[in-house]
């Protein structure tokens, strides 16, 4: 999970936490804005590299988030368990501590850029924002487990047409 914090330039910046190696349950996730109570308001936004993510954003911004909302980003990414060299693509625990850290590091910097014109829509929105960052190779499954840990009622998750083709179902919204 990581937290984002508004710069006095507007600017966000994206900091990971990692959890602890050989922890006996997983902790506790809560919102990490210190002080913000849970009022209802909160709105979660699933997002990633494809543009469903910031029409989802662009569309919670607009019907369902409040002035009073805290808007959480949600960005489910793929664990590594291979990482390319000059040499060929090699399994992560078969490299140098160095080569692993230099590879994460990338990787890590390829998600703040990606995340960064999220925190900017929200920002230009005048809305609050924090990320959850989520390791997992299974994106519906980890967004899924977080609704009854973070008590999730309003989720939102984009998606193109072409998830869409041969699904016919009917959407009631309520707010």
Known sequence: MSTSEITSAGMCEIQEVEEEPGAAEPRQAVPASPGKAVDGDDVYVAVGKSSSGMDALSW??????????????????????????????????????????????????????????????????????????????????????????LNITRLIVGTTKSNLRGFSFKIRWKF
């Open 60 to 149: 919670a911004l607009k019907y369902v988030a409040k002035p009073s909302s805290f808007v959480y980003l949600i960005h489910v990414f793929p664990e590594i368990h291979h990482i390319p060299t000059p040499l060929g693509t090699f399994p992560k625990h078969q490299l140098g501590e160095e080569q692993v850290e230099s590879h994460m590091n990338q990787e890590r910097t390829k998600r703040q850029e990606m995340l960064q014109k999220y925190l900017n829509l929200c920002h230009s929105s005048k809305v609050e924002v924090d990320t959850l960052l989520i390791e997992s190779d299974q994106t519906a499954k980890a967004i899924v487990d977080l609704i009854p840990v």
